[in-house]
């Protein structure tokens, strides 16, 4: 039983005492958190799956939640040489076992002797196994052609949200106008609104070019930033390439652009490149910050702030559950990069499962090892099939009157614009809901079609998209487009 | 290159840009923080190992860390029950192989088909899986002598810190007078400590007392109160049982004394119970405060807000590095669940394999199960012989002059006391350091023991401690606790 401030004085006449922890009483940032991915459209979808399984009829039979990047939950395969070396390594026993490939049990024994007591049960140091690491900035060596990474700028961490934050964390300083502003696309995936809501930080907004394919324009980002400095202290900014929610893949040129900008202006720059290996438009090529930036020269390369994201949840492996993803600081002070340390060092380690998947992202089998060839096949299966569900999605997103969808060049959303007529948004209103919230409420009691409203990620006044996934398998990906379309027509016909 | 803001115009002379952020603009909770546990003296034990691995030549010729409860890098093997359900869920081609009994097949399989796409790689639901939360659920009913508990109630965690650490969250609110106090033991785990600096929250001491085996006194827990509520708002109680650093195993008395207590005063509960399944002493019993609380009755039953946290990383199994553990809250405020809920969603899902680990700690084998006997004589082999090692450690230091060590009762570690000759405090003061850490560097340096100073989880003014765990094997232990004494002995001469 909740009480709440106002009745205060009714629960002391009742003998009744209040909860210590209720709304008014809570941390106030934490109530200003949202996060739109597992909003209420999601616990929706929960429901009516629930209420399918105790057989209540519905107009469709089953729910398709197309609201989150998660692969494996809509049917992808695990890649095969990554579960064998975590097996062995979870269940050492199984290193004499006929049934698995010489080069995973070399993998295998190889992580363990890393191990503290050769398990995966005792703590890592907090940065994360020290041999892992070392792999990682192999891996980041070769994706740069050469340019060097060193494993002691390299923290392993819980997925990439929980390295995100942290840098968050140590960013945050100030207070009324000196507050710490950090400048976030939008749309944005909302993990960045969420953290900084938390953090009690300044979210400055730019916004990603819709006409020109979600280009990120410097002229946007230097209004964002002279806005913000009225009434905050600006001092970093992110981005994500490829885009969540948008799917656009940055141009070397726009790349070179932010870092000088953000290295004019003084910001920290926090690469969000989780989806470094999601590009699938023709011409289109994924960049890293840190090779762009190095490769620029000075005063870019030795003095620009940077941190990068990685991630074993996105890619080909989507090994979303297992939480495993690093992140490489360039140029960071290095008393700061202490500090960092020493908050990580609270948390203990990063799972070690997340960490030996993270291992074998990093260093896949070798043309020479026997299981190199299903390897590539699998891999390569997986990135052709997103790459034409994101063409599918695009072009029959783009048949449907009032719907308009540009190209996914990578990561694994499509963000299409809807068109909602006047009727529905004035409906909308009534019922206190965003118009585009509104719309895919309806579509999810309709369809069973679950996708997140644009107003959750951030959109321009008066415009309208919804995220949905591309990943759902191509035999469901094509009629789930149709039907999404066919009920917007029915929506915008009933509201018109 | 870290310029400090003293240095800015010189900087400016140079065309030299200043870091954005350095230790006088990152955040300053964040620099605030401390974490004794691997704090300096493991830095120093890690360069030591490194050292020894390039030859140099040290008096000792290995370094034994018994700075942390990480029971696996000491030596103890995994439950191998646990680990094959945790196979088999990571690597499904196994359901086909003979090597694995039937019941962890038929666990694996289980868990699977709760698990997005029947895989370890899907996301879980943010609070976890809802088999295994109901399992959970059940094990608490268990434990409880059949007392209800609600799945709904009950959230999976990455480790039990990631759970106390979003409780502390919720806590948090106000400035100045108003900001929230929490109450914590000391001795005190230093997560506690930590997480408090993070949230700007104030840290309010109860004493332990040392000459009762550090029990936990009501009258010390008022003063403590009293004296806060001048300066804060004291908002919440935090218990370790059995106690981290201190050993001590609560009776039922002194849980129903505090519940008391915090009910009076309006506190909220979080009980750290990570320890549960280590109690060793004779006449020593583990009470759950949830327990205790609804056996107490009305108004306590209904309305005395708690949380308990649980962790694989301890108990019998030792599995740290996989980073399960939950919270079950009780009488918590709706509304505040469903924040809590919505705090959760933005950081996913706890790790899959950590929840496949729990689910298995807290539905063992039953007798009908192949895998019973042998879980059981696994289980009961490691619980006799921390047993064991927890009165040997204490007989071996009460045998040392001056260091004295009260009853390791539970938990994993003794936490004794000892006196330091007063030229040793003065030299330490000279060189910066607190009197045992210059105690615990010495040792570390000449022995290769590394133990983490009584300042790290705070003492009484002018006593001295360290905490060293009860883990390293049988062989290992008798002769680690006589060197550690003899080093006790000869720094007092040196000294004297």
Known sequence: ??????????????????????????????????????????????????????????????????????????????????????????????????????????????????????????????????????????????????????????????????????????LVAGEGRTRTGVLIPIPQYPLYSAALAELNAVQVDYYLDEERAWALDVAELRRALLQARDHCRPRALCIINPGNPTGQVQTRECIEAVIRFAFEEGLFLLADEVYQDNVYAEGSQFHSFKKVLTEMGPPYTARQELASFHSVSKGYMGECGFRGGYVEVVNMDAAVQQQMQKLRSVRLCPPTPGQVLLDVVVSPPAPSDPSFAQFQAERRAVLAELAAKAKLTEQVFNEAPGIRCNPVQGAMYSFPRVQLPPRAVQRAQELGLAPDMFFCLRLLEETGICVVPGSGFGQ?????????????????????????????????REYS
């Open 1 to 170: 039983m909740a009480l709440r401030t106002g009745d205060h004085s009714q629960a002391a006449t009742n003998g009744l005492k209040e909860k210590v922890l209720t709304l008014d009483t809570m941390n106030p940032c934490v109530r200003k958190v949202e996060y739109a991915v597992r909003g209420p459209i999601v616990l929706r979808a929960l429901e009516l799956e629930q209420e399918l399984r105790q057989g209540v009829k519905k107009p469709f039979t089953e729910v398709i939640r197309a609201n989150i990047g998660d692969a494996q939950a809509m049917g992808q395969t695990p890649i095969t040489f990554l579960r064998q070396v975590l097996a062995l390594c979870v269940h050492p026993d199984l290193l004499n076992s006929p049934d698995f490939p010489d080069d995973a049990k070399r993998r295998a024994e190889r992580i363990l002797q890393a191990c503290g007591g050769h398990s995966l049960g005792a703590y890592s140091i907090s940065s994360g196994t020290q041999l892992i690491r070392e792999d990682v900035a192999r891996y980041i060596e070769r994706r740069d052609g050469g340019i060097p990474a060193d494993p002691n700028n390299i923290f392993l961490s819980t997925g990439a949200s929980d390295a995100i934050v942290t840098l968050l964390k140590l």
């Open 460 to 492: 321009r006044e008066g415009t309208y998209h919804f995220r949905m996934t591309i990943l759902p398998p191509m035999e469901k990906l094509r009629p789930l487009l149709e039907t999404l379309s066919q009920f917007h027509a029915k929506f915008t």
